[in-house]
């Protein structure tokens, strides 16, 4: 039996819209999501990124059994999603950023008893557990205080304590930062790694790409429902072609600091730029794959020049998605 | 069966939180006014006489009695109607869904969860009805106990089993009201609330005898008022065959219709 999430030729395609009371359709079908073949490993945190419309939620309602799959197969440790569909949701729980997914009518402590029997969790570890994911989200305060007075970070820290009520062994993350003050987001970054550590296989999704590159070991970019790139964060940084961007200030006007630095730009095909700041004294930027602020600052100390200030920009993955699906043919979307 | 328990606790705190008591005063209005128009007209207009055919359709002359059993019965239709078949459209626009159907628990103890908690609630209402209507000078006979029990649990199954196929269409088509509506006006037409079914042409009788609400009728009539020319044991054998038929349609369609609705939520 193989172990983690494995979809393979996964497809999704939607179909056109339909109005409540005629057969009418109307539009033409959506594939949301084609062939799309990924791994997602227990015990480590995977992204999935992809700019809007790019699959990510179609392929976690698919994984969580929301959504039966047009075409192709995805199984939760050789569970398949539509054929084994009830063992694989004591396998997995899904957390969406967002305020939902939660009544409003009940209290923390009562959305989280009642999940939990839905779940089957055993009374007595039940009311453990509640009083345990109550405190990890820091919603011991307000537990019997019903959710409609919660504040919208507090609703979702919630949603956060109703997925882990299952002990999943998968968990499927949308977007779950959504709407968090930072400390909170914090926590939750650090809980997400630590249950990672636990053993628990991790599917995340984000539009904050620095809590993708803190926490993915592997990341799949979707775009137009189709993987078009995967790896670690800094591979998929280097599969593109993204600059370092460097600025450097030179002390005062001084013409043989600016050759030598010409001379870098010749040497390495770095594009250079030469503008003159608020102060009157000469900015140099240079765009190159590589970080060539050691070799700049010593061509300029070298002519003469002194420093002011160097600032290196490095190319992110935010960079690398945008590249990615600016990338991708319009016909494949 | 373990989200039966559950499903039933959360669904009262939420009533007991959501409405107030004045909400359950504006349900009773519509089976009180049925009484009090019936109450005026026989008085009123029959001159507190009945026809010979009603006589022959009923096995009574006790009009209002009848009346009354059909306005209790259809306020405990339409109340349990509106609490089993719009649960999961209420969970679908209230954003609940999804995690309900995430988790392993199956369709039919959630039903009976929610159906129970209705169930409760209904029945209270249906009594605060009937004691008004004795106040009105509605004359009821006393019910066997057991005859009562069997009536009820009838009407139970048939409301269930009509609730489930009527939330897979409110699901699919995204919409409650219209499909809601649909069935209350057909029911009191078709079901023999106010007037004998005899008095319908044939079309619209038999559509009314594939409604197991019109045999959990017959059977609640035969258990309150004396002379009702009801053969019980069949009636409640073909409400409760009707009933599980039903549900059993609907249960299995619902998960089609959930998913249809999920995927309109996910289409956007």
Same mark, same amino acid.
């Given at each position: 039996?193989?172990?983690?999430?494995?979809?393979?030729?996964?497809?999704?395609?939607?179909?056109?819209?339909?109005?409540?009371?005629? /057969?009418?359709?109307?539009?033409?079908?959506?594939?949301?999501? #084609?062939?799309? &073949?990924?791994?997602?490993?227990?015990?480590?945190?995977?992204?999935?990124?992809?700019?809007?419309?790019?699959?990510?939620?179609?392929?976690?309602?698919?994984?969580?059994?929301?959504?039966?799959?047009? &075409?192709?197969?995805?199984?939760?440790?050789?569970?398949?999603?539509?054929?084994?569909?009830?063992?694989?949701?004591?396998?997995?729980?899904?957390?969406?950023?967002?305020?939902?997914?939660?009544? #409003?009518?009940?209290?923390?402590?009562?959305?989280?008893? !009642?999940?939990?029997?839905?779940?089957?969790?055993?009374?007595?570890?039940?009311?453990?557990?509640?009083?345990?994911?109550?405190?990890?989200?820091?919603?011991?305060?307000?537990?019997?205080?019903?959710?409609?007075?919660?504040?919208?970070?507090?609703?979702?820290?919630?949603?956060?304590?109703?997925?882990?009520?299952?002990?999943?062994?998968?968990?499927?993350?949308?977007?779950?930062?959504? +709407?968090?003050?930072?400390?909170? @987001?914090?926590?939750?970054?650090?809980?997400?790694?630590?249950?990672?550590?636990?053993?628990? +296989?991790?599917?995340?999704?984000?539009?904050?790409?620095?809590?993708?590159?803190?926490?993915?070991?592997?990341?799949?970019?979707?775009?137009?429902?189709?993987?078009?790139?995967?790896?670690?964060?800094?591979?998929?940084?280097?599969?593109?072609?993204?600059?370092?961007?460097?600025?450097?200030?030179?002390?005062?006007?001084?013409?043989?600091?600016?050759?030598?630095?010409?001379?870098? &730009?010749?040497?390495?095909?770095?594009?250079?730029?030469?503008?003159?700041?608020?102060? +009157?004294?000469?900015?140099?930027?240079? =765009?190159?794959?590589?970080?060539?602020?050691?070799?700049?600052?010593? @061509?300029?100390?070298?002519?003469?020049?002194?420093?002011?200030? *160097?600032?290196?920009?490095?190319?992110?993955?935010?960079?690398?998605?945008?590249?990615?699906?600016?990338?991708?043919?319009?016909?494949?979307? | 069966?373990?989200?039966? /328990?559950?499903?039933?606790?959360?669904?009262?705190?939420?009533?007991?939180?959501?409405?107030?008591?004045? !909400?359950?005063?504006?349900?009773?209005?519509?089976?009180?006014?049925?009484?009090?128009?019936?109450?005026?007209?026989?008085?009123?207009?029959?001159? $507190?006489?009945?026809?010979?055919?009603?006589?022959?359709?009923?096995? +009574?002359?006790? !009009?209002?009695?009848?009346?009354?059993?059909?306005? @209790?019965?259809?306020?405990?239709?339409?109340?349990?109607?509106? /609490?089993?078949?719009?649960?999961?459209?209420?969970?679908?626009?209230?954003? %609940?869904?999804?995690?309900?159907?995430?988790?392993?628990?199956?369709?039919?103890? !959630?039903?009976?969860?929610?159906?129970?908690?209705?169930?409760?609630?209904?029945?209270?209402?249906?009594?605060?009805?009937?004691?008004?209507?004795?106040?009105? $000078?509605?004359?009821? #006979?006393?019910?066997?106990?057991?005859?009562?029990?069997?009536?009820?649990? @009838?009407? %139970? *199954?048939?409301?269930?089993?009509?609730? *489930?196929?009527?939330?897979?269409?409110?699901?699919?088509?995204?919409?409650?009201?219209? %499909?809601?509506?649909?069935?209350?006006?057909?029911?009191?037409?078709?079901?023999?609330?106010?007037?004998?079914?005899?008095?319908?042409?044939?079309?619209? =009788? /038999?559509?009314?005898?594939?409604?197991?609400?019109?045999?959990?009728?017959?059977?609640?009539?035969?258990?309150?008022?004396?002379?009702?020319?009801?053969?019980?044991? &069949?009636?409640?054998? *073909?409400?409760?065959?009707?009933?599980?038929?039903?549900?059993?349609?609907?249960?299995?369609?619902?998960?089609?219709?959930?998913?249809?609705?999920?995927?309109?939520?996910?289409?956007?």
């Amino acid at each position: 039996m193989s172990t983690g999430i494995v979809t393979t030729a996964l497809c999704k395609v939607f179909p056109p819209r339909r109005t409540p009371w005629s /057969w009418r359709a109307r539009g033409t079908p959506v594939a949301a999501v #084609s062939g799309l &073949s990924i791994a997602i490993p227990a015990g480590q945190v995977t992204g999935l990124l992809g700019l809007n419309g790019a699959g990510k939620t179609t392929t976690i309602r698919m994984l969580s059994t929301l959504l039966r799959p047009t &075409s192709g197969t995805a199984t939760v440790d050789g569970l398949d999603v539509v054929a084994d569909a009830r063992a694989v949701r004591r396998r997995i729980n899904v957390i969406a950023g967002g305020e939902r997914m939660v009544y #409003s009518r009940l209290t923390g402590r009562e959305n989280l008893w !009642y999940f939990g029997q839905l779940y089957d969790v055993p009374r007595a570890r039940l009311r453990r557990r509640v009083g345990e994911l109550l405190e990890l989200v820091g919603l011991a305060a307000a537990a019997d205080t019903p959710v409609e007075r919660y504040s919208r970070g507090m609703r979702q820290r919630l949603v956060i304590a109703r997925g882990l009520v299952n002990d999943p062994a998968y968990l499927l993350l949308d977007e779950p930062t959504l +709407g968090l003050d930072a400390p909170i @987001a914090r926590e939750l970054r650090l809980l997400v790694a630590r249950l990672a550590a636990d053993g628990v +296989g991790v599917l995340l999704t984000s539009h904050y790409l620095a809590e993708v590159e803190q926490l993915c070991r592997h990341v799949h970019v979707l775009d137009g429902g189709r993987l078009v790139a995967q790896g670690s964060p800094a591979q998929l940084v280097a599969q593109t072609d993204r600059q370092h961007v460097l600025v450097v200030t030179v002390g005062g006007s001084v013409p043989a600091a600016v050759e030598a630095v010409r001379a870098v &730009s010749r040497d390495t095909g770095a594009r250079l730029d030469v503008d003159v700041d608020e102060a +009157g004294r000469d900015r140099l930027t240079l =765009r190159h794959r590589d970080d060539l602020a050691g070799p700049v600052v010593d @061509a300029v100390v070298r002519a003469g020049g002194s420093i002011v200030t *160097v600032a290196v920009t490095p190319p992110t993955l935010e960079d690398a998605i945008l590249a990615m699906s600016r990338a991708t043919p319009a016909g494949v979307r | 069966m373990a989200a039966v /328990w559950p499903t039933f606790v959360r669904n009262w705190r939420v009533t007991l939180r959501a409405y107030p008591w004045t !909400y359950f005063v504006g349900t009773l209005a519509t089976g009180l006014l049925t009484v009090g128009v019936a109450l005026l007209a026989y008085r009123a207009i029959g001159g $507190g006489r009945v026809a010979a055919s009603f006589t022959a359709a009923t096995g +009574g002359s006790d !009009y209002l009695g009848y009346v009354t059993v059909g306005a @209790a019965a259809l306020t405990f239709t339409t109340r349990m109607v509106l /609490w089993v078949a719009k649960a999961q459209i209420t969970e679908y626009r209230e954003g %609940t869904l999804e995690s309900q159907l995430l988790t392993p628990a199956r369709r039919l103890p !959630y039903l009976l969860g929610v159906t129970l908690q209705a169930l409760t609630t209904t029945v209270v209402e249906v009594a605060v009805l009937l004691a008004a209507a004795v106040a009105l $000078g509605v004359r009821l #006979s006393v019910p066997d106990p057991l005859a009562l029990v069997a009536a009820l649990a @009838a009407a %139970t *199954v048939a409301v269930l089993g009509m609730s *489930v196929p009527l939330s897979a269409v409110m699901l699919a088509a995204g919409e409650a009201h219209i %499909t809601q509506n649909t069935l209350f006006t057909a029911m009191a037409l078709l079901c023999g609330f106010t007037f004998p079914t005899g008095y319908l042409p044939d079309a619209a =009788r /038999w559509l009314g005898e594939a409604l197991p609400v019109t045999w959990a009728l017959r059977v609640l009539r035969a258990a309150t008022l004396p002379g009702a020319s009801v053969d019980v044991p &069949s009636a409640l054998a *073909v409400c409760l065959a009707l009933g599980a038929a039903y549900l059993a349609v609907g249960l299995w369609i619902l998960p089609p219709a959930e998913r249809r609705a999920l995927q309109r939520s996910g289409n956007a």
